[in-house]
């Protein structure tokens, strides 16, 4: 059987799997389905340094392919996570990625600040969400701004650092670059994509946000892209993610520059997406005699 471990900003993890942040909750209906140590890792809902009930329903729209979605980053806050869901998570055997999000510098910073004294693997920095109105992707759409933020975290937390980007920006690789010059051990791409749609009857948005962020498998030829841009502009680790459903598509967005791979809209048609994927890959490993699965990050031969 191949080796399916993969390493990211100095993390072992046992396969490049990691269920994606707000897409999994803290695992618990999931856990009723199956073993939770099967998962490479589980990136928890973005957390903010209070709780936030997130906006107006809907917050939910179908695409062709795909969903929107304007949650508004509802979360119950990092204390309470902190005490309640991480104890519980920790003893999962697997890599347990704190999302924080924040609507200033100084948030952030209490929030990375209140993990030091945790045992979390990794945090994730989501500067990239696309629903709220104070902070969000507007750190994550400037190179100032996300370099500003990171460099901050980065003095305020000793945890592996991987930054969430945004595809809803010029240039990704390039903010990629100036999160990569303030510290980040890693980056994770893409968030979601801005779209809107609109009920032609009653003439209103579907999302009462107006706007709201898609994701599902109609992203995935951007996600592959961005992966591919950014791994040709820095040296730091990648976690790739974007309408990923099927171990081909994780193989697909590996072979572009991703070191591990995140699984998110998917779980939400097949609850199993994370574990099959991950009896995708050793599959797709095998056919493809692949002894070991990071050997292919970033293979791709372009012509
Ligand atoms: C949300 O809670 O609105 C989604 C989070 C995100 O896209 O970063």
């Not at 928890?44 to 979605?69: F, Q, Y």
């Not at 502009?233 to 520059?257: C, F, P, R, T, Y």
């Not at 779980?267 to 995708?280: G, K, M, Q």
Request: with cysteine; charged share 20%; net charge negative.
């Amino acid at each position: 059987m191949a080796d399916l471990s993969v390493k990211v900003a100095g993390v072992e993890f046992k396969n490049p799997v990691i269920a994606a942040s707000g897409c999994f909750g803290y695992g618990h209906e999931y856990e009723e389905l199956f073993d939770l140590s099967k998962l490479g890792g589980i990136s928890v809902k973005g957390t903010t340094l209070t709780r936030r009930d997130g906006n107006i329903p809907p917050r939910i729209a179908e695409t062709p392919s795909g969903m929107l979605n304007s949650v508004g980053l509802q979360n119950p806050g990092i204390d309470y996570f902190i005490e309640k869901e991480l104890p519980y998570l920790l003893k999962k055997d697997t890599v347990i990625i704190a999302n924080i999000a924040g609507s200033s510098i100084e948030e952030y910073i209490e929030v990375a600040e209140k993990l030091n004294d945790t045992s979390v693997h990794m945090i994730e920095m989501n500067i990239s969400c696309p629903n709220v109105k104070k902070g969000g992707a507007g750190f994550g759409t400037s190179c100032d701004m996300a370099a500003s933020v990171t460099k901050a975290v980065r003095k305020a937390t000793n945890k592996p650092l991987c930054v969430k980007l945004t595809p809803n920006v010029t240039s990704i690789a390039e903010i990629a670059k100036a999160v990569e010059a303030e510290g980040a051990d890693a980056v994770s791409l893409i968030n979601t994509l801005l779209g809107m749609r609109i009920d032609t009857r009653t003439r209103r948005p579907i999302l009462h946000n107006n706007v709201g962020g898609l994701s599902g498998p109609a992203v995935l030829p951007v996600a592959v892209r961005m992966v591919w841009e950014v791994r040709n502009a820095v040296d730091i680790d990648i976690i790739g993610m974007g309408g990923i459903s099927k171990g081909n598509d994780a193989a697909e967005i590996m072979l572009a520059g991703a070191d591990a791979v995140q699984v998110g809209a998917a779980l939400f048609n097949d609850p199993f997406a994370c574990v099959r994927i991950v009896d995708e890959l050793e599959k797709w490993c095998e056919v493809n005699k692949v002894d070991k699965l990071s050997d292919i990050s970033g293979g791709v031969v372009t012509w």
